[in-house]
């Protein structure tokens, strides 16, 4: 039972949102439109596409596996930036991705490169057998937590108590929080800036 008078953590005019109890990692109750709320069959488009009756799966729960998986492709992609622009390239690279001059270019010239089509091609293959995961939840066969590929290879919460497991989780979908907010940044000054490298005199 939901607390009419409850407020939201972040925007203390506003009461609570339903769903934003607190249990999630990073939940600081910030959801002014109230989309964390909104029933899980409103939309049945972006539900996983299967053969099979499913129960559906909590917009709740859809929200936070993306906000995950943007947040860790956004610390990705600003760190594969900022090498990039150091001047940073892979051993053994092809001669035009060596000579790349900058993040900010390299997509275009990637694409005349005929290179961003095989990067499509990978990520495709990848969305598509991790949706089946997805799948799985609609059908009520997981109880898979939003976000978890059960990829830990350095043991950092295998075997930790709740309250640490916890504090990573946080750490994480912080971290990514602010990695969307600083590609955003970095790819703007970059674009609007006198130079395209966001470290001109590292880069250049």
Known sequence: MVDKNERS???????RAAPLDGTLAGDQG????????????FAGFIQPPSWEETEGISTLYWMRESELKHGRIAMLAWAGWVATD????FPGAIYSVQNIPNAYNAHDI???QGSMTVLLL?????????????VEVSKGESDREAGDFT????KFIEGKPADEVMTMKTKEINNGRLAMLAFGAIATQSALGDSYHAFPYIGS
């Open 151 to 154: 990829f830990d290879p350095l």
């Open 110 to 112: 990637l694409v005349e």
């Open 30 to 41: 910030f959801d002014p439109f109230y989309l964390s709320a909104i029933p899980k069959n």
């Open 9 to 15: 953590r972040s925007v203390p005019f506003l009461p």
């Open 86 to 89: 150091m001047g940073l390239r």
């Open 122 to 134: 990978a990520v495709g293959l990848i969305e598509f057998c991790t949706g089946s995961v997805l």
